[in-house]
Protein backbone atom coordinates (compact mmCIF):
# COMPACT_ATOMS: atom_id res chain seq x y z
CA UNK A 1 0.00 0.00 0.00
CA UNK A 2 1.45 3.39 -1.40
CA UNK A 3 1.83 5.74 1.82
CA UNK A 4 1.38 9.14 1.15
CA UNK A 5 3.81 12.46 2.15
CA UNK A 6 1.53 14.38 4.37
CA UNK A 7 4.34 16.67 4.45
CA UNK A 8 5.03 16.72 0.45
CA UNK A 9 1.98 19.81 0.52
CA UNK A 10 1.53 22.70 3.30
CA UNK A 11 3.92 21.97 6.66
CA UNK A 12 1.28 24.79 8.25
CA UNK A 13 -1.78 26.47 7.67
CA UNK A 14 -0.80 29.08 5.20
CA UNK A 15 3.06 28.88 5.33
CA UNK A 16 3.08 29.37 1.25
CA UNK A 17 0.62 32.40 1.14
CA UNK A 18 2.53 33.94 4.06
CA UNK A 19 5.74 34.00 2.01
CA UNK A 20 4.04 34.85 -1.29
CA UNK A 21 2.24 37.99 0.07
CA UNK A 22 4.88 39.42 1.90
CA UNK A 23 6.89 42.26 0.04
CA UNK A 24 10.50 41.94 -1.26
CA UNK A 25 12.82 43.52 1.11
CA UNK A 26 14.80 46.38 -0.10
CA UNK A 27 18.11 47.51 0.52
CA UNK A 28 18.30 49.47 3.02
CA UNK A 29 19.13 53.40 2.04
CA UNK A 30 22.06 54.69 3.60
CA UNK A 31 21.64 57.27 6.37
CA UNK A 32 23.19 60.55 6.18
CA UNK A 33 25.42 61.30 9.35
CA UNK A 34 23.49 64.43 11.26
CA UNK A 35 25.89 66.87 10.59
CA UNK A 36 26.07 67.05 7.18
CA UNK A 37 23.41 69.20 6.64
CA UNK A 38 24.83 71.06 9.44
CA UNK A 39 28.00 71.60 7.73
CA UNK A 40 25.94 72.88 4.15
CA UNK A 41 23.61 75.10 5.99
CA UNK A 42 26.55 76.67 8.35
CA UNK A 43 28.81 77.11 4.74
CA UNK A 44 25.57 78.55 3.27
CA UNK A 45 25.35 81.06 6.10
CA UNK A 46 28.99 82.05 5.80
CA UNK A 47 28.47 82.92 2.40
CA UNK A 48 25.53 84.43 2.78
CA UNK A 49 25.96 86.77 5.93
CA UNK A 50 29.68 86.69 6.96
CA UNK A 51 32.11 86.08 9.81
CA UNK A 52 30.19 88.24 11.39
CA UNK A 53 27.10 86.05 11.64
CA UNK A 54 28.82 83.29 13.19
CA UNK A 55 30.32 82.88 16.29
CA UNK A 56 33.65 81.57 17.22
CA UNK A 57 32.77 78.36 17.50
CA UNK A 58 31.08 78.17 14.06
CA UNK A 59 34.08 79.85 12.65
CA UNK A 60 36.22 77.12 13.98
CA UNK A 61 33.78 74.85 12.57
CA UNK A 62 34.28 75.57 8.99
CA UNK A 63 38.12 75.31 9.18
CA UNK A 64 37.66 71.78 10.85
CA UNK A 65 35.64 70.43 7.88
CA UNK A 66 38.22 69.93 5.28
CA UNK A 67 40.66 68.85 7.76
CA UNK A 68 38.17 66.18 9.69
CA UNK A 69 35.35 65.22 6.86
CA UNK A 70 33.46 62.17 9.03
CA UNK A 71 32.76 64.01 11.94
CA UNK A 72 30.85 66.17 14.26
CA UNK A 73 33.76 69.18 14.94
CA UNK A 74 31.77 71.37 16.48
CA UNK A 75 32.67 69.54 20.23
CA UNK A 76 36.27 70.15 18.98
CA UNK A 77 35.85 73.64 18.53
CA UNK A 78 34.44 74.27 21.97
CA UNK A 79 37.49 72.30 23.60
CA UNK A 80 39.76 74.46 21.13
CA UNK A 81 37.69 77.95 22.93
CA UNK A 82 37.97 76.60 25.97
CA UNK A 83 41.68 76.14 25.98
CA UNK A 84 42.83 79.60 24.67
CA UNK A 85 40.00 81.62 24.66
CA UNK A 86 39.07 82.76 21.65
CA UNK A 87 38.89 82.32 17.38
CA UNK A 88 42.27 84.39 17.00
CA UNK A 89 44.20 83.11 19.61
CA UNK A 90 42.82 79.43 18.61
CA UNK A 91 45.06 80.30 15.51
CA UNK A 92 47.91 82.33 17.11
CA UNK A 93 48.41 79.35 19.53
CA UNK A 94 51.93 76.89 18.67
CA UNK A 95 50.79 74.15 17.14
CA UNK A 96 52.64 71.67 19.18
CA UNK A 97 49.46 73.07 22.11
CA UNK A 98 47.25 72.77 19.70
CA UNK A 99 47.93 69.04 19.14
CA UNK A 100 46.92 68.02 22.66
CA UNK A 101 43.68 69.47 22.46
CA UNK A 102 41.13 66.42 22.07
CA UNK A 103 40.17 65.43 18.69
CA UNK A 104 42.99 67.71 16.73
CA UNK A 105 45.09 65.95 14.92
CA UNK A 106 48.02 66.89 12.64
CA UNK A 107 45.73 67.63 9.94
CA UNK A 108 43.44 69.99 12.13
CA UNK A 109 46.81 71.69 12.89
CA UNK A 110 47.58 72.17 9.87
CA UNK A 111 44.38 73.92 8.35
CA UNK A 112 44.46 76.41 11.64
CA UNK A 113 48.19 77.59 10.74
CA UNK A 114 46.85 77.79 7.13
CA UNK A 115 44.51 80.32 8.29
CA UNK A 116 46.81 82.18 10.43
CA UNK A 117 49.26 82.11 7.63
CA UNK A 118 47.20 83.24 4.98
CA UNK A 119 45.83 86.13 7.77
CA UNK A 120 49.46 87.37 7.73
CA UNK A 121 50.11 87.74 4.72
CA UNK A 122 46.70 89.41 3.56
CA UNK A 123 47.54 91.85 6.20
CA UNK A 124 51.07 92.25 5.51
CA UNK A 125 50.37 92.77 1.84
CA UNK A 126 48.23 96.04 2.85
CA UNK A 127 51.39 97.63 4.58
CA UNK A 128 54.21 96.96 2.64
CA UNK A 129 55.32 99.54 -0.23
CA UNK A 130 52.97 102.20 1.65
CA UNK A 131 53.68 105.40 3.45
CA UNK A 132 54.04 103.78 7.10
CA UNK A 133 52.93 107.53 8.89
CA UNK A 134 50.16 108.16 6.74
CA UNK A 135 48.66 104.68 6.59
CA UNK A 136 49.53 104.32 10.77
CA UNK A 137 45.90 102.55 11.47
CA UNK A 138 46.51 100.28 8.94
CA UNK A 139 49.92 99.41 10.28
CA UNK A 140 49.08 99.30 13.96
CA UNK A 141 46.15 96.93 12.77
CA UNK A 142 48.42 94.76 11.04
CA UNK A 143 50.68 94.62 14.06
CA UNK A 144 47.95 93.54 16.71
CA UNK A 145 47.09 90.93 14.18
CA UNK A 146 50.39 89.14 13.87
CA UNK A 147 51.31 89.85 17.60
CA UNK A 148 48.85 90.61 19.80
CA UNK A 149 47.38 86.88 20.33
CA UNK A 150 51.08 85.10 21.23
CA UNK A 151 52.06 83.25 24.38
CA UNK A 152 55.70 84.06 24.15
CA UNK A 153 56.84 87.78 23.29
CA UNK A 154 57.90 88.52 19.68
CA UNK A 155 60.30 91.41 18.33
CA UNK A 156 59.58 93.03 14.77
CA UNK A 157 61.50 95.67 13.29
CA UNK A 158 59.92 97.66 10.32
CA UNK A 159 62.50 99.07 8.02
CA UNK A 160 61.28 102.48 5.71
CA UNK A 161 62.93 104.19 2.91
CA UNK A 162 63.30 107.88 2.87
CA UNK A 163 60.11 108.44 1.65
CA UNK A 164 58.78 106.69 4.95
CA UNK A 165 57.82 104.13 2.69
CA UNK A 166 57.74 100.68 4.71
CA UNK A 167 60.14 98.36 2.53
CA UNK A 168 60.37 95.16 5.01
CA UNK A 169 58.35 93.82 7.74
CA UNK A 170 60.82 91.18 9.98
CA UNK A 171 60.86 89.17 13.11
CA UNK A 172 64.09 89.47 14.44
CA UNK A 173 63.82 87.19 17.83
CA UNK A 174 61.40 85.17 19.44
CA UNK A 175 61.55 85.08 23.12
CA UNK A 176 59.82 83.45 26.71
CA UNK A 177 56.14 85.15 27.97
CA UNK A 178 58.35 87.65 29.60
CA UNK A 179 61.80 88.25 27.49
CA UNK A 180 62.40 88.45 24.34
CA UNK A 181 66.40 88.91 23.25
CA UNK A 182 67.08 91.67 21.14
CA UNK A 183 70.63 92.90 19.93
CA UNK A 184 71.33 96.62 18.51
CA UNK A 185 74.09 95.91 16.39
CA UNK A 186 72.27 93.20 14.58
CA UNK A 187 68.93 95.67 14.27
CA UNK A 188 70.90 98.36 12.46
CA UNK A 189 72.98 96.15 9.83
CA UNK A 190 70.07 94.85 8.59
CA UNK A 191 68.60 98.20 7.88
CA UNK A 192 72.08 99.13 6.32
CA UNK A 193 71.79 95.70 4.04
CA UNK A 194 68.23 96.90 2.99
CA UNK A 195 69.28 100.58 2.33
CA UNK A 196 66.67 102.04 5.12
CA UNK A 197 66.22 104.88 6.25
CA UNK A 198 64.83 104.92 9.46
CA UNK A 199 63.48 101.95 11.58
CA UNK A 200 59.97 100.94 13.96
CA UNK A 201 60.04 98.89 16.32
CA UNK A 202 57.32 96.89 17.50
CA UNK A 203 57.39 93.77 20.12
CA UNK A 204 54.71 92.45 22.06
CA UNK A 205 53.55 91.86 25.50
CA UNK A 206 51.72 87.96 26.30
CA UNK A 207 50.95 89.41 29.94
CA UNK A 208 48.37 91.94 28.59
CA UNK A 209 49.55 95.21 29.73
CA UNK A 210 51.28 97.06 26.82
CA UNK A 211 53.28 99.40 29.28
CA UNK A 212 56.93 99.52 29.07
CA UNK A 213 59.26 97.59 31.74
CA UNK A 214 62.40 99.09 32.34
CA UNK A 215 64.10 96.32 30.14
CA UNK A 216 62.73 97.92 27.62
CA UNK A 217 63.19 101.42 28.07
CA UNK A 218 66.93 100.55 28.08
CA UNK A 219 66.92 98.26 25.47
CA UNK A 220 65.05 100.59 23.01
CA UNK A 221 67.74 103.71 24.00
CA UNK A 222 70.87 101.56 22.87
CA UNK A 223 69.32 100.72 19.56
CA UNK A 224 68.69 104.24 19.52
CA UNK A 225 72.20 105.37 20.07
CA UNK A 226 73.46 102.67 17.37
CA UNK A 227 71.35 104.26 14.85
CA UNK A 228 72.04 107.40 15.11
CA UNK A 229 76.27 106.50 15.00
CA UNK A 230 75.48 105.62 11.60
CA UNK A 231 72.52 108.20 10.72
CA UNK A 232 69.60 105.97 10.90
CA UNK A 233 66.23 106.84 12.83
CA UNK A 234 63.79 105.10 15.27
CA UNK A 235 60.61 106.81 14.52
CA UNK A 236 58.70 105.18 17.48
CA UNK A 237 58.67 101.68 19.34
CA UNK A 238 55.28 99.96 19.97
CA UNK A 239 54.44 97.68 22.51
CA UNK A 240 51.40 95.87 21.13
CA UNK A 241 49.43 94.03 24.24
CA UNK A 242 46.57 92.20 24.18
CA UNK A 243 43.61 94.64 23.63
CA UNK A 244 46.01 97.90 24.01
CA UNK A 245 49.39 99.50 22.27
CA UNK A 246 51.39 101.58 23.50
CA UNK A 247 53.97 104.33 22.10
CA UNK A 248 57.10 105.11 22.99
CA UNK A 249 57.05 108.13 21.05
CA UNK A 250 52.88 109.16 22.68
CA UNK A 251 54.58 108.60 26.19
CA UNK A 252 58.05 110.69 25.65
CA UNK A 253 60.60 107.83 26.02
CA UNK A 254 62.02 108.51 22.27
Known amino acids: MKMRNQFAEKPFPGFDDDFAAAPVASAAKPVEPHYTNHRQRLRARFMRAGANALADYEMLE ?17 RLLAEFGDFNRVISAPAARLAKVQGVGSAAVQELKIIEAAAQMLGQARVLGQNAITSWSSLMEYCKTVMAHRETEQFRVLYLDRKNTLIADELQAVGTVDH ?4 PREV ?8 ASSLILVHNHPSGSPD ?23 HDHIIIGKEDDASFKALGLI
Open 180 to 183: VPVY
Open 188 to 195: VKRALELN
Open 212 to 234: PSDEDIIMTNKIVEAAQALGLSV
Open 62 to 78: LVLFRAIPRRDVKPIAK
